[in-house]
């Protein structure tokens, strides 16, 4: 107990008082995840995107940060906002995303709605309840340490998040580098909100066949079936997969041939490619590019690779989470910690070796589907979390 209190930096008490702080103010968190949803956000529409950037550099510049944007091609702008403190030194970085998945007009069919104990709408859950949260922290920080925050705090919203991150993955790298350490309000994991300590990397590669085309009543033998390559590539690739070490990979889709009576002369197929540690990514690129045809008159061609990282356990990972723990213990609940396939922004800070914690958004299901919904119950105490966090690490 002693030890956690040090860690936390603040007594159970003043624990306590905090986390009541935040139960006063749950409808001013549900209003905020209201006006967030209800500004539509798809990755791909630059000018809607941009409209909630602007709201958010608003209501950030009225908590005392300075924000700025930075210029994307083709999508909407990133917006970073940095706060000083009181205390100087590394700033902690507030990781998270604009863009949700869903297209213009998605409200009128799922509107925000308030039923069953949750916040309904698109985006609730990944990621505009994350947003409030930060939003919700520093205000209460401010509060408590006369209108200034406790430590200099950098905010990161990108636009690209759901796409790949190709056009903010160099900013949100160059931040990261420069902070003590790096929380994502990406939602949490299942019912318990458990936060994320290792999320799987994930690459898309191309497989491509050149055989050779003849009609298939005349000229049977002089074709090269591109689509029988690739069937036996794709048994080859399969074998790859290994469940144990977090190694998976899955086919998604194939293409190949133009009619019925032509032998085939070419196939594709793409493939999603997930690993655990880095060191498998290079092994598993390596078998890749080394597949070979079984027939010899074809001709293999592979393209892409991992495109985001793992975030694995580091020790550094594992301390974040047991400050996190240790801060939960003292509210009176427990922090759950989860291993999952899909990646996040927070694989490139992690993959740079800063301490990161991801998952530390809203508590709900539903990520990219119409029940998509957030549990208002866990909104104060993902709140406090991401306050006492701020202060402690
Ligand atoms: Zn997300």
Same mark, same amino acid.
């Given at each position: ?6 860690n ?8 306590g008082t905090?986390?009541?702080y ?9 209003q ?6 209800e ?26 940060g300075?924000?700025?944007f ?8 990133h ?40 916040l ?38 990108v ?8 056009t ?49 009543g ?12 690739l ?6 690739i ?10 998976? $990979?899955?086919?998604?889709? !194939?293409q =190949? &041939?133009?009619?019925? @009576?032509?032998?085939? #002369?070419?196939?594709?197929?793409? %493939? /999603? ?13 390596r ?21 985001r ?16 723990a ?8 427990? $922090?759950?910690?989860?291993? !999952?396939? =899909? &990646?996040?922004?927070? @694989?490139?800070?992690? #993959?740079?070796?800063?301490?990161? %914690? /991801? ?14 919904s957030v ?7 993902r ?6 966090l701020?202060?402690?690490?």
């Open positions: 107990m002693k030890k956690a209190k040090q936390a930096g603040l007594a159970a008490s003043e624990l905090r986390l009541r935040f139960e006063d103010r749950r409808e001013q968190i549900i905020t995840i209201r006006q967030l949803v500004v539509e956000s798809p990755s791909d529409d630059k000018e809607a995107v941009n409209r909630l950037g602007s709201l958010l550099a608003g209501r950030f510049e009225g908590l005392g300075h924000a700025k930075h210029h994307a091609q083709n999508f909407g702008n917006l970073q906002v940095d706060f000083s403190g009181k205390s100087g030194g590394k700033p902690i970085m507030l990781l998270g995303h604009l863009d949700t998945v869903y297209p213009l007009g998605t409200l009128a069919t799922m509107p925000f709605r308030m039923a069953d104990g949750r309904w709408g698109p985006g609730s859950f990944d990621m505009k309840s994350g947003i409030a949260f930060m939003l919700s922290a520093i205000e209460a920080l401010r509060h408590w340490h006369g209108d200034e925050l406790p430590r200099p705090v950098t905010v990161l919203l636009s690209d998040e759901e796409v790949g991150s190709d903010s993955r160099r900013i949100t790298e160059n931040l990261a580098r420069k902070s003590a350490a790096v929380l994502v309000l990406e939602p949490a994991y299942g019912s318990k909100g458990a936060v994320k300590t290792a999320r799987k990397g994930v690459g898309e590669y191309i497989l491509k066949v050149n055989g050779k085309a003849a009609h298939s005349l000229d049977f033998e002089k074709g090269e079936s591109a689509i029988i390559e069937s036996r590539e794709i048994l080859e399969s074998k790859l997969t290994d469940l144990k070490r977090g190694i998976t $990979l899955n086919v998604g889709t !194939v =190949g &041939g133009t009619r019925s @009576n032509v032998i085939p #002369a070419e196939a594709t197929a793409v %493939l /999603d490619a997930r690993v655990a540690r880095m060191k498998d990514a290079k092994e598993l690129d078998k890749l590019r080394s597949l070979k045809p079984f027939n010899r008159k074809c001709r293999l061609e592979i393209s892409g690779g991992v495109n990282p793992p975030l694995e356990r580091t020790p550094g990972v594992a301390a974040l989470y047991k400050k996190a240790d801060i939960t213990k003292q509210f009176g609940w427990k $922090l759950e910690e989860a291993a !999952v396939g =899909g &990646g996040s922004d927070g @694989n490139f800070t992690a #993959a740079l070796g800063i301490p990161t %914690l /991801d998952g530390l958004g809203g508590v709900g299901e539903g990520a990219h589907a119409t029940h998509e549990l208002i119950s866990e909104l104060p105490r709140a406090a979390l991401l306050s006492a701020i202060e402690s690490v």
